[in-house]
């Protein structure tokens, strides 16, 4: 599986692409897609899913680009944060002072250990809410797409239609996985699990 990365929107999100063979899946479309559109068709990629991570505007502002450009791909989204989903476009209103579109509704809600295929590849679905209700992250052949549940030395805030506690709970289960993972969070560099187990404060401080 190859995993690629466009910088996108006015909080410079991280978008994914995930191609196994001549198929993708998105992962967050967080602003502008046209960098990422123009790589797909040049690639001839099929565009299978398209995955929000959670709702919050800056994760699904692409989503109606996509779907216009590939109206077969299926957008996904944890039915948890269809409240977010609906009033994104309130959100980046008051936020930003950004007028966005209402995002189209999801195809179909993803859940704990769910799995998607992807050409000769599988995803699995891990729910990690705190950052929201219905945040979660993607596992995906040694990599993990974390959202804004856990960044390179810190963690999502939780005052956005969130939870601490659940929060506390999410990055134990996150402590669970294999040190070798490597993060793709939503925003901000890339990191290594491992290395956030021993050095993301959040992390420490959430050994019981």
Do not use: W
């Amino acid at each position: 599986m190859q995993v690629k990365n466009f910088i996108t929107g006015p909080l410079a999100t991280n978008s994914y692409l995930l191609i196994s063979g001549k198929e993708g899946i998105i992962i967050d479309a967080g602003g502008d897609m046209s960098e990422l559109i123009n790589f797909i068709r040049k690639e001839g990629i099929t565009i299978k899913y398209i995955i929000a991570t959670h709702g919050h505007f800056d994760h699904v502002i692409g989503v109606n680009q996509l779907k216009s450009e590939f109206p077969s791909s299926i957008f996904l989204i944890n039915e948890k944060d269809l409240g977010l989903l609906k009033k994104a476009n309130i959100m980046a209103s008051s936020i930003l002072n950004l007028t966005i579109s209402d995002i189209v509704k999801p195809d179909a809600y993803i859940k704990d250990e769910e799995e998607i295929k992807i050409g000769q590849d599988k995803i699995k679905v891990i729910e990690t809410p705190g950052h929201t209700m219905g945040s979660i992250c993607v596992l995906a052949n040694g990599y993990i797409f974390t959202g804004d549940t856990l960044f390179y030395g810190t963690v999502g805030r939780t005052d956005l239609g969130g939870s601490e506690k659940l929060l506390r709970e999410s990055l134990e289960k996150l402590r669970g996985l294999p040190d070798e993972l490597v993060v793709y969070p939503g925003h901000g560099p890339f990191t290594i699990l491992g290395y956030e187990k021993i050095k993301n404060p959040f992390l420490i401080d959430n050994i019981p």
